[in-house]
C-alpha cells in the first residue's frame, strides 16, 4: 500500500512539474515570437519623381541676385512605422537645380548646380477608415552642391574667378517640410503623392560667391511595405 502511495505521489508531483515547465516556456517562446515579428514588420521603401519650383539666392561681388529655377527632383526612402501613426526614415534626393546662362557683352558665363541630399526624417500618419491616409513631416540633414561654372572670353576684369572654367563641391545644411496622402492600392503597395518645401544655406563656391536656395517639389511615387 505505502509502495503505491509513494509511485502516485511521484507521479502527481512529475505532472505538476512538467505542467508548470511548459507554463514558463510558451510565454517565453511567444515573447521571443512577438519581438522577432516587431522587428520584421512595419518597414518599406519608396521612389518618388517629381518638378522643383526653386528660388537661388547669390551673394557675390558686392552685391546680390536672386532667380527663379524650374528642374527635375529624384528621391528614393527607407523607413519603419515605430508606432501606430509615426514612421522614420533616411531619404536621399537629387535634383540639377539650376542652370543659366549670363551674357556681359564681352563674353558669358554658363553657371550649373546639381544638389544631393541625405536627411533623417520623421512622418506623422493621420490613420482613418478609408484608403487614403494623409501626412505631415519633417527631416533635417546634409546637402551637398556642386557648381560647375564656365566662362566663355576673358571677364577677369570684372573678377579674377571669371575665367575659364571653374568647379566646386561643398556640404551644407539641410531642412525640409512635408505633406501629402498615401492612396492604398493593396496590403504592400500604396501610391503617394507629397509636397515638399527643401532649403538649404551657407553653400558657398570659391570666395566671393556664397549661396542659398529653396525649392517646392511637387512629387508622385510608389511606397512598398514589407
Known sequence: MNKLLVAA????????ISASAADVQAPTEGWYA????????????????GVSL????????????SDDATSFIGRINFGKSLIENVRVGVEGAYSPAYSESYDFGVGSAQLDINVWSVIAVAYYDFNNKTRFTPFVGAGAGIGV??????????????????????SETTT??????????????????????DYNFNYFTNAVLADPIEIS???????????YSF
Not at 9 to 16: C, D, E, Q, R, Y
Not at 35 to 47: C, H, K, P, R, V
Request: glycine share 12%; with cysteine; aromatic share 6%.
Open 9 to 16: 505521489a511521484a507521479i502527481s508531483l512529475g505532472s505538476v
Open 34 to 49: 512577438a519581438n522577432i515579428l516587431a522587428l520584421t514588420e512595419g518597414w518599406y521603401a519608396e521612389a518618388s519623381a
Open 54 to 65: 526653386g528660388e537661388l539666392k547669390a551673394k557675390a561681388f558686392g552685391g546680390s541676385i
Open 145 to 166: 552642391v556642386d557648381f560647375e561654372l564656365c566662362v566663355n572670353g576673358d571677364l577677369s576684369h570684372f573678377h579674377p574667378l571669371l575665367v575659364g572654367s571653374q
Open 172 to 193: 551644407h545644411p539641410a531642412l525640409k517640410l512635408a505633406a501629402g496622402v498615401a492612396l492604398e492600392v493593396s496590403k504592400n503597395v500604396g501610391i503617394i503623392a
Open 213 to 223: 536656395g529653396t525649392q517646392n517639389t511637387f512629387n508622385l511615387g510608389l511606397r
